[in-house]
């Protein structure tokens, strides 16, 4: 398993590495956007964790050069406190996780874990649950033939969703990802654009896809085929 780490902080650098390597892991060190452009150039890698703030090519820059090129490798962002844009971005550019900073390394093995066991369609900028389709690049959403029109925060909700999908994902979860960072729990929030999507994605279909998650959150579930 070999793991590229595009990070310009070397302490964050130095314990992201050792913890990796620790448990087996091989580690390439990039420490800016150039020399991972560089490694990604060269090495084909099992996972690359990014952060976004880099010297000389940035972060979303250099992810959006490796996805030009057709490198479907499982990205992780790292970002800061204070940039939803740019995570938003990322998601966009075909990263498929994020960890905001400061992090324990247990959540960061979490998140590793979890790039890992998703299926290679997920990479993709075409993302598909049953017959719901959504084209990330055209930012369209079918189920069937029928065309689904998306707020931008419900796109942004379904997106994660389908990101996830058969993963229960709780209400802090989801209220982190989609609506800011010190998210309040207490808000009714994510349920109300979650019954939102439901109108839009389940009602008047034999097969409901948004599930609730009792005492969890939500999940989005493949149809199973029975
Ligand atoms: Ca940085």
Not at 7 to 12: M, V
Request: contains cysteine.
């Amino acid at each position: 398993m070999r793991i590229l780490l595009v990070e310009d902080e070397l302490k964050i650098a130095q314990f992201i590495t050792q913890g990796l390597t620790e448990i087996g892991y091989v580690v390439n060190h990039g420490e800016d956007g150039r020399a991972g452009r560089d490694l990604t150039d060269t090495y084909k890698y099992d996972l690359i964790i990014l952060d976004i703030m880099l010297p000389k090519i940035s972060g979303l820059e250099l992810l959006k050069h490796i996805r030009s090129v057709k490198i479907t490798t499982p990205v992780l962002l790292l970002t800061a406190r204070d940039t939803v844009e740019d995570r938003v971005r990322g998601l966009d550019l075909g990263a498929d996780d994020y960890l905001v900073k400061p992090f324990a390394f247990s959540e960061l093995m979490a998140r590793l874990r979890a790039l890992q066991r998703r299926p290679p369609l997920q990479f993709s900028t075409i993302l598909k649950v049953g017959d719901l389709v959504m084209d990330t690049v055209k930012r369209e959403i079918y189920r069937g033939d029928r065309a689904i029109v998306l707020s931008p925060l419900e796109y942004n909700l379904l997106e994660y969703l389908m990101r996830n999908c058969d993963r229960a994902l709780s209400r802090t979860q989801i209220g982190e990802r989609i609506w800011e960072l010190d998210f309040c729990s207490n808000s009714n929030v994510v349920d109300v654009y979650i019954g939102y999507l439901r109108r839009k994605i389940d009602k008047g279909y034999a097969q409901a896809l948004i599930y609730t998650i009792r005492g969890v959150g939500y999940c989005l579930k493949t149809p199973s085929i029975d």
